[in-house]
């Protein structure tokens, strides 16, 4: 068994012995110096309380990390990591294609982890391919975060996620398999289905799909929703219309279904092809809703502002960050100190809320 080495653990452990009122100047954050004066020990001793040298006696550590949480140290996560294991830091993996629904939802996740006592770590993706995720989640682990978050909404990105066989605790945010433990998610197949219902109840019969690019889950679910609602009604699905999520895409996929007078309405897979959609109707003297209505899907902030207001489907995302948050949490085993402030919330998908506006109308006749 070694012998500690440094001078100051003969010193007694009890916080009483720390050295009353040794703060720093006003408007300065506290530094290792303080920490060493607070605690009465060298500062040499602070720096291995930090890197975690084995030489220590566990009552000179004791009295080095009360000092620090006192004086609100940084790296204090650092510290706390010494006692608990814990680094109290969550990873996020953030794919490439950095539309409103994968922003919203890391911009939840921070908040809800925020809530929790942890801070995020993110690492954004330059190309979905092995060599770049890999690099990715290597920085992450590197970091020594407690558990990941995959914000990668593409098939492949979480293909080659479950190549890796990840030993960490994870939650992914949509996933390819439908009882993944580990996946959490708005409902998107069912938000399509009310998308879908809405137009038809109002007696639309020819809807057209502008569907989001492929190989997002996004896509591929709200497809499902689109067609599985339609055929319920004994109606076939239209020929669909592929965009990129953006308004660009949406403006072109509405010239394309201006050549079709028989289209009555749109279900547009994100409300900003709905915007791009509405700009070509306007352009071409097709009234919304009068001549043709358009449904979208996300409801982002501006679609209330849109001419008219945009019919949508909304996601929730500060719940999803709650529910990632919590289920990854719970993977992690929290300590009590961290459940306490952990969001409260279901941990099953979060079903989508159809939001009524104006662009959309019964159909004349």
Known sequence: MSTPTDAESSRPAEPSRLAEGVRPPEGRAANIRDVARRAGVSHQTVSRVINGHPSLRPETRDRVLVAMDELSFRPNRAARALVTSRSTTIGVLVGKGFEYGPAASLQAIDSAARRAGYAVDVAHLDEVDGGSIRSALDRLLAHGVDGLIIL??????????????????????????AHDDHRLSVDQSGGAVLATRHLLE?????????????GWFETDARIRGYRGEMEAWGLAPEPLLSGTWTADSGYRAGLALIQDPGITAVFSSNDQ??????????????????DISVVGFDDVPEAAHYWPPLTTVRQDFPELGRRCVA???GLIGAPASAAVTAPVGSTADVRPEFILRESTARLPG
Not at 152 to 177: D, K
Not at 273 to 290: S, Y
């Open 273 to 290: 092809m709905a915007l791009g959609l509405m700009h070509a109707f306007r352009e071409h003297g097709l009234r919304v809703p009068e």
């Open 327 to 329: 289920r990854l949490l």
């Open 152 to 177: 990668a909404p593409q098939a492949q990105t979480l293909e080659e996620i479950e190549r890796l066989s990840i030993t960490l605790p994870f939650v992914t945010v949509h996933s390819a398999r």
């Open 202 to 214: 109002l007696g639309h019969r020819r809807i057209a799909h502008v569907a989001g690019p492929e």
